[in-house]
């Protein structure tokens, strides 16, 4: 049948190259691969486009992931830290990861972070289709077909072989004024194989029809609508995106401070606990000689096993953290790591010289989201006015011309003699416009929920940037006090172990000494990685934190105010 195939074509006279380019595609089609490229590469464009309008935008976006880690070149754990006990065996070996690592680690491998990237890439999928729409659209196809008939003449058998193809070829194409236009190429090619006339027969014919909405359905506005609404939605997710790129990066360094935080706290506990164990044995030992109550040895014992509870707690707690820090980043569990805690000796108090008026400003001209927000309100405002077109009349133009050839020949020798023409009116009076009035209905209350959402979102802002800002001044207050606290707390501590020496310390001053130091140290900590989160979430909430492609961020020194 092949070989007939290619007798049949070989044989049509003036083949069009067109057909000759049909067959060829609907013989070897193109690959997966190939239609991936071609997705990838649109949807890629259409993000760059719009790239410059969007502040902080990922100069390198792709969704391709790198998802292997390399630990190889990380410092190591070398030392047992006594205070974690058997943690701290367990630790020894594993690779030491800094904050800037973590956060190069997240931007590859967070399972969060891949969808956010996911949700604009299939974002601007969805722009390239909308684009698509607007281009001429080409189509083309065939039906070969081999059939065979038997036949019985008085005596006579007759066995007749035909062959046959219809290809076809059409455009069609969108213009910005509501215009549509068809144009379709149609061919019927046939020869008898065996039996019948063995030249080879042909019609062809091609028609055209535009069609020009008047009324409902006209205008560059009305028409390009689902187009301009797709621009705009990719706009949207990418400040949505880079939005999410500012919060990503403060919560994996709150949650990697909070890893080292916890781990901080576990060895002010342990340094309690074995406290109380130094200040148990030698209360112990003035109980033998006499100097000391057995209830204050009591007291003591009670402590000692206050503070193991509290060590205990706090261990688990730095292994959830840790582990909760693991599932952030996108890693496995079981990965040898543990954080760079002299990451915590690198904080400062770094307090803004700025006031609230000032930072709302900021806030209210820089917050990507607020675009968004303003920009949906005109989004609802345009479609009153399309919901307004689609309650007119249907009144539309349409022409139609075709041209056809004789049997016999081929399209090259189509006969314009044989031409057709019309040309006439579509009318479509609005007497059934109820799903029409509803939509326009349902339009005016949208632009109101719009409105609303608009004045809502400035007053989150205000809110946000407000509530943030008192949250870093606590946090700076909170820090000033407690270095006072761990002072005066050590200066106690330091008191009652030399009175205990002289067998003059009382228990219940001992112990509130050393519980008020170790309750000082873990205000202080927590104080310090509050105040740099907090920070962080102010800058972000004015819209000024900007994001490095490998997730760290620039540190904001000054701001020039609106």
């Known amino acids: 049948m092949n070989r007939h195939l290619s007798n049949f074509f070989a044989d049509v006279p003036g083949l069009p190259g067109w057909l000759v380019v049909v067959m060829v595609v609907l013989g070897a089609g193109c690959s997966s691969q190939h239609y991936r490229k071609s997705a990838d590469?649109?949807?890629?464009?259409?993000?760059?486009?719009?790239?410059?309008?969007?502040?902080?935008?990922?100069?390198?976006?792709?969704?391709?992931?790198?998802?292997?880690?390399?630990?190889?070149?990380?410092?190591?754990?070398?030392?047992?830290?006594?205070?974690?006990g058997e943690i701290g065996s367990m630790e020894v070996g594993t690779h030491i990861l800094s904050l800037a690592k973590a956060l190069e680690i997240a931007v590859k491998n967070s399972r969060d972070y891949q969808n956010s990237k996911e949700n604009l890439y299939l974002s601007a999928l969805s722009l390239t289709l909308a684009r698509y729409q607007y281009t001429p659209i080409f189509s083309a196809g065939a039906n070969p077909r081999y059939s065979g008939e038997l036949t019985k003449n008085v005596d006579t058998l007759t066995d007749t072989h035909q062959l046959q193809a219809n290809p076809n070829a059409g455009v069609k194409m969108l213009l910005n004024s509501g215009m549509k236009l068809a144009t379709a190429l149609n061919a019927d090619f046939f020869r008898f194989i065996k039996g019948g006339d063995p030249r080879l027969m042909a019609d062809s014919s091609i028609a055209s029809t535009l069609s020009q909405p008047l009324l409902r359905g006209a205008g560059y506005r009305v028409t390009m609508e689902n187009l301009t609404q797709a621009e705009r939605n990719l706009l949207y997710d990418m400040r949505t995106f880079v939005q999410f790129r500012k919060s990503f990066t403060v919560d994996v360094v709150s949650q990697f401070y909070n890893v080292i935080r916890s781990k901080e706290q576990a060895r002010n506990e342990w340094n309690r606990a074995k406290s109380f164990r130094q200040t148990a044995e030698r209360t112990r030992a003035l109980y033998g000689e006499g100097l000391a109550k057995r209830a204050d040895v009591g007291r003591l014992e009670q402590e000692e096993i206050s503070t193991d509870i509290s060590l205990t707690d706090a261990l688990v707690s730095y292994q959830r953290n840790l582990d909760n820090f693991k599932i952030t980043l996108g890693i496995p569990l079981d990965a040898p790591i543990v954080l760079d805690d002299g990451e915590l000796k690198k904080l400062r108090i770094d307090h803004p010289d700025f006031n609230t008026t000032n930072a709302v400003r900021v806030a209210l001209v820089s917050r990507l989201d607020l675009y968004n927000v303003r920009d949906q309100f005109e989004d609802a405002a345009r479609k009153i006015d399309i919901a307004k077109n689609q309650l007119l009349p249907d009144l539309t133009l349409v022409l139609d011309a075709s041209a056809s050839a004789p049997r016999g020949r081929g399209l090259p020798e189509l006969d314009l003699q044989n031409a057709n023409w019309s040309a006439g009116f579509d009318v479509n009076l609005p007497l059934d416009r109820k799903s029409e009035r509803n939509a326009y209905r349902a339009s005016l209350v949208n632009y109101e929920r719009a409105r609303r959402k608009l004045e809502l979102a400035v007053d989150q802002i205000k809110l946000e940037v407000n509530d943030n800002w008192r949250s870093l001044e606590t946090a700076k207050r909170n820090y000033d006090s407690s270095?006072?606290?761990?002072?005066?707390?050590?200066?106690?501590?330091?008191?009652?172990?030399?009175?205990?020496?002289?067998?003059?310390?009382?228990?219940?001053?001992?112990?509130?000494?050393?519980?008020?130091?170790?309750?000082?140290?873990?205000a202080q900590t927590s104080a310090l990685v509050n105040h740099t989160i907090n920070r962080l979430k102010f800058w972000r909430d004015l819209g000024i934190l900007t994001i490095k492609d490998n997730g760290l961020w620039e540190e904001v020194n000054n701001i020039s105010t609106p």
């Open 41 to 84: 590469k649109e949807a890629y464009r259409a993000i760059q486009d719009k790239a410059s309008r969007v502040p902080n935008m990922d100069s390198n976006f792709t969704i391709e992931t790198n998802a292997l880690v390399l630990w190889e070149d990380l410092p190591k754990i070398t030392e047992v830290d006594p205070a974690l």
């Open 483 to 522: 270095v006072i606290g761990v002072r005066v707390n050590q200066e106690r501590v330091d008191e009652q172990n030399l009175l205990a020496e002289y067998g003059r310390a009382t228990t219940i001053d001992q112990v509130d000494a050393q519980n008020a130091l170790t309750a000082s140290l873990n």
